[in-house]
């Protein structure tokens, strides 16, 4: 043990001493700085603390000048112990002088200092500051003794972490540990969340980083290494999916680090300097995501991912905590954060408490953020590293309308942002006054606004927004929030529930809408090219009738005595909606023959979203009870613009001529068929999109909940006559030759509309 003076074990134990006197944070420091140099026989020992403001400020020294304690700042641009904060990596060097970065600060008189060996103190990934030997001999320090002085460093770590050294620190030159953190990602679910941090995983807080016998840390490894593979094995067995949706294909690449001798070799290493396994693996752990955070190769940062994601697993394995904090623990005002996260384990909290959602991964089309929507709690995602800058407790700030997230934020902004809620509340309480008038314009025409919902957590807008009913009901979304394929007896109750909720007020259940953006995790995904133009929606429901009949069967049953209304999405062709058709009618006469109950009426409807129906609505008309226009498909379908592309989504107008006409021939030829048209798509949720609905004649809109209050204040202010014929002449006018949606803001502004 070259170097190391009764190695590392020794100088481990002595940490833990001085950790437990009762002195103040700067004699602790120097007591842990003198303790390295003489364990390392070193003649120097610093360690620099990363602050606010990005610079790293020396914080304590054996062998350096002591006057520049406190005084030496360096910018993290500057030096070796800029480079390793930076890179977040050990950088060993017998020559430190004739390494380009090196730079020379008077004030340490560190010329003399020929060999360097600085160490990053990490947490969580993340650098809270430098830790540093020197030696005036063109000395190499080993890997032993690189691996004794990070070990050190993760001590430091936790006592930076723990806020100990704030007091040290001059007013702005903070530690960075606990700074206040802007972070921009991007918006997922509308609203404002004001609370504190949950940790969807938490993180095992490793209190005991020392090992009394390394021994039986090396035994405790062993045994948790063991456990973990078992677990893996038993889940890749068992060919489903694991209890937190895990794919299989994650699980064999679980497998295969499980068995990864350089992953293993880290741990074993990290116990014989003297860790505790739970320390080991905190090392290991907070290395891999060090890296992890570099990582511009989004395969590498995958498997990074995984690897961290195993060290969970084996964390778990470790401490024997299984579970996701269980409800009861939840604090009020809780704001969950997390790298990714199933629909199903966010309803598993208690709505009550939750304020927000954070997510390292998942945008506005994942599952989890319809389900966010659904309970009506703020959310953002795509927020880098969030779980590794946050510590559980934190104040935190979720911007759901921008994707910004503030932690710890600083009292200014956490007033702006609780005025901004306070106003949101004023508005909300506004259009609570709203629900119970009538939903009609000035010039009393009548608008009827439903609601768009999918889940049963969605029902209770019904009563609060004063809807006139469910004008599409996503039958889907109980398929995507499910752990496996939902039995015809769950689809059977939900619709039970749904209709049983909504009493007097209509429902328009939608078939299956599954393909393209809309994925379940359990059925095997057919690759395609084009997912959106690819086998989905009512395509799956003919070519797989079985699934189709039986969601039709549930649907016919759970509307006995009351009317049934049903409608198909995608459909392109009239043979399609024919075929469906039929399909309802054999499910009846079926069940009449079985002698069920049934429903007092079944009204049969299409979605109206694929351009080719637009060249087929006398044909449709003449088949369906009713039409429902599909605005986000439509539109996407009608400019070939991925709906969930961000580079092309917002490249055309949805207030466009060309889009205005279609929606108008639809709603005209419902008029003169006498089939009513009800628009469902994000178009109506807006209030100048509703406006220029009902500008084209539409009277019937399906909404988001948080929308019916917006739309109802516009419309009530509304005279439907003259929007009707300041549209009419723009969309006969030629295409360009005016700004549709400029010309509608103006309308609105002279009117004293709120759009
Ligand atoms: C639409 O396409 O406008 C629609 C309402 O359906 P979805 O958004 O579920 O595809
Ligand atoms: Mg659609």
Not at 107 to 121: A, C, N, Q, W
Not at 181 to 203: K, M, T, W, Y
Not at 566 to 580: C, G, L, T, W
Request: include cysteine; hydrophobic fraction near 45%; proline fraction near 5%.
């Amino acid at each position: 043990m070259r170097g190391v003076l009764g190695g590392p074990r020794v100088l481990l134990r002595r940490l833990r001493e001085v950790m437990a006197e009762p002195v103040s944070a700067q004699e602790r420091l120097d007591k842990i700085v003198v303790l390295i140099a003489a364990n390392m026989v070193a003649e120097v020992c610093s360690a620099y603390v990363l602050r606010v403001d990005g610079t790293l400020e020396l914080y304590a020294t054996e062998g350096l000048n002591r006057q520049a304690v406190h005084l030496t700042v360096m910018r993290s641009d500057e030096g070796l112990v800029g480079l390793v904060a930076r890179e977040a990596r050990s950088i060993n060097l017998s020559d430190a002088q004739s390494h380009p970065a090196f730079s020379y600060r008077p004030e340490t008189g560190e010329e003399i200092y020929h060999s360097f060996l600085g160490v990053p103190i990490l947490r969580a990934g993340n650098t809270l500051g430098v830790l540093v030997v020197q030696n005036r001999a063109h000395r190499t320090y080993s890997e032993e003794e690189e691996e004794a002085l990070q070990t050190t460093a993760m001590v430091l770590a936790e006592m930076i972490a723990s806020g100990e050294l704030s007091a040290l620190a001059r007013p702005g030159a903070e530690p960075a540990a606990r700074r206040a953190l802007h972070l921009g990602g991007q918006a997922i679910a509308d609203g404002i969340g004001l609370g504190h941090v949950v940790l969807h995983e938490p993180r095992v807080v490793v209190t005991n980083f020392i090992a009394d016998d390394v021994q039986k840390e090396l035994q405790r490894l062993e045994t948790a290494i063991d456990a973990l593979r078992a677990d893996l094995d038993l889940l890749l067995e068992r060919g489903d999916v694991a209890d937190d949706g895990e794919h299989k294909e994650v699980l064999e690449a679980f497998r295969m680090f499980a068995y990864d001798r350089g992953w293993l070799h880290k741990l074993r290493e990290a116990v014989v300097t003297g860790l505790t396994a739970e320390a080991a693996v905190e090392r290991v752990q907070s290395d891999a995501r060090a890296r992890m955070l570099r990582q511009t190769d989004p395969y590498l940062r995958e498997r990074l991912h995984d690897l961290d994601d195993l060290a969970n697993r084996l964390m778990r394995q470790l401490t024997g905590k299984h579970h996701a904090p269980a409800r009861e623990q939840l604090p009020d005002n809780a704001i969950i954060i997390a790298r990714s996260m199933g629909p199903a384990a966010l309803l598993d909290y208690d709505r009550s408490r939750l304020r927000g959602l954070v997510l390292e991964e998942g945008g506005p089309s994942s599952h989890v953020a319809i389900v966010a929507r659904a309970l009506g709690i703020a959310a953002a995602g795509q927020i880098d590293n969030a779980t590794g800058l946050v510590d559980p407790g934190d104040a935190i700030i979720v911007d759901g309308s921008s994707g910004e997230v503030h932690v710890r934020p600083p009292p200014d902004i956490e007033a702006a942002y609780a005025e901004k809620v306070r106003f949101r509340a004023r508005r909300q309480a506004q259009y609570r006054a709203l629900r119970e008038a009538p939903s009609v314009t000035k010039d009393a025409e009548p608008v009827s606004l439903m609601l768009n919902a999918g889940l049963l957590v969605d029902l209770p807008h019904l009563a609060e927004s004063g809807a006139a009913g469910i004008g599409l009901f996503r039958t889907e979304l109980q398929f995507m929030v499910a752990a496996a394929f939902p039995r015809t007896s769950e689809q059977l109750s939900l619709y039970r529930s749904v209709l049983q909720i909504a009493g007097e007020l209509p429902v328009t259940f939608r078939t299956l809408d599954i393909g393209g953006d809309k994925v379940l995790p359990y059925m095997r995904a057919v690759e395609e090219e084009n997912p959106a133009l690819g086998w989905r929606a009512i395509r799956l429901g003919l070519d797989r009738p079985g699934l189709l009949r039986s969601q039709i069967r549930a649907l016919l049953k759970a509307a006995e005595g009351r009317e049934l209304r049903v409608m198909f999405p995608m459909v392109a062709s009239i043979e399609e909606f024919d075929r469906a058709k039929a399909m309802v009618e054999h499910e009846l006469t079926h069940l009449r023959r079985h002698g069920h109950s049934l429903p007092e009426r079944v009204q049969v409807g299409a979605m109206v979203e694929v351009p080719a129906l637009l060249y087929q609505l006398d044909e449709l008309c003449a088949r369906a009870d009713f039409l429902s226009v599909g605005s986000n498909d439509l539109f996407q379908f009608l400019y070939a613009v991925d709906r969930s592309n961000r580079r092309v989504a917002d490249r055309f107008d949805s207030l466009s001529g060309p889009v205005l006409r279609a929606l108008k021939a639809i709603v005209d030829k419902g008029r003169a068929c006498g089939k009513p048209v009800t628009l469902c798509g994000e178009l109506a949720s807006k209030p100048i999109g509703a406006l220029a609905l009902i500008g084209l004649g539409y009277r019937l809109l399906s909404l988001t909940p948080s929308s019916i209050g917006p739309v109802k204040a516009m419309l009530l202010d509304l005279d439907a006559r003259k929007v009707q014929s300041l549209l009419g002449p723009m969309i006969e006018s030629p295409v360009g030759s005016v700004a549709i949606r400029d010309r509608l803001e103006a309308f609105a502004a002279a009117e004293g509309l709120q759009l």
